[in-house]
């Protein structure tokens, strides 16, 4: 049974471009949420998808968007990119009303 | 605004020893209060969950202790080995509309000496 999965593992982008990010779930699980985890910090809620729709969002401006498709996947998109977005990116699924969530082993992103 | 406060950043214990995160909250809404443990290089991975209805939940050498009134909840690793130095988050979670928004602690490095 294949965990959560995310790619790429690294990524290098320079100021303004835009970068998207994949995840594909645990195999059952519907609902997913990006988290983006700074250096010595504690990961930060970004938003959770489920039925293809954003469901709950963190405190993050429109810049970071998502996408959830049919078959439960998720993008996380981040437009303009500026170096404070350097960062590992999480992936977590869990069932719906379930709160126990099962993380990827995130994407790194590098700004330069 | 931090909602979620964690204590100690960095902790050394001996091998065999007791290792002892904090957590305290603000926000009465959170129910659900997970702890997780993350290696170098991985995502974080759920060592064990309470809930405010219980003030203790144990799990082979890991042991929850949580105080409503007090807003205080913290993790007891016991007998503690080398294998568990790693980085603790604390972290609290509240539903609305049936979806869930996860609040983490700044995390604790744990460092088990032999």
């Known amino acids: 049974d294949a965990g959560v999965t995310q790619s790429p593992t690294h990524l290098i982008k320079t100021r303004g471009q835009q970068v998207t990010l994949r995840c594909s779930p645990k195999s059952g699980h519907d609902t997913v949420s990006w988290y983006q985890q700074a250096l010595g910090q504690g990961p930060q809620f970004i938003f959770q998808y489920y039925e293809e729709e954003e469901r709950q969002r963190g405190n993050f401006p429109d810049r970071f968007s998502g996408h959830q498709f049919p078959n439960y996947s998720s993008e996380l998109n981040v437009n303009a990119l500026w170096l404070g977005d350097s960062a590992l990116y999480l992936c977590?699924?869990?069932?719906?009303?379930?709160?126990?969530?099962?993380f990827g082993p995130g994407t790194r992103l590098t700004v330069l | 605004q931090q909602q979620v406060k964690q204590s100690p950043q960095s902790l050394i214990v001996q091998k065999g020893g007791i290792s002892i995160i904090n957590c305290a909250y603000e926000?009465?809404?959170?129910?659900?209060f997970p702890w997780y443990q993350q290696f170098p290089g991985k995502g974080p991975a759920l060592l064990i969950a309470i809930r405010p209805d219980v003030s203790e939940k144990k799990e082979g050498r890991f042991t929850i202790s949580f105080n409503k009134s007090a807003k205080q909840f913290s993790l007891h690793i016991m007998d503690s080995q080398p294998g568990d130095s790693a980085t603790y988050f604390c972290?609290?979670?509240?539903?609305?509309?049936?979806?869930?928004?996860?609040?983490f602690g700044t995390g604790t490095k744990l460092q088990v000496i032999p």
């Open positions: 972290a609290a979670s509240k539903r609305s509309g049936g979806y869930q928004k996860v609040t």
């Open positions: 977590a699924s869990s069932f719906p009303g379930q709160d126990e969530q099962f």
């Open positions: 926000n009465t809404a959170f129910d659900y």
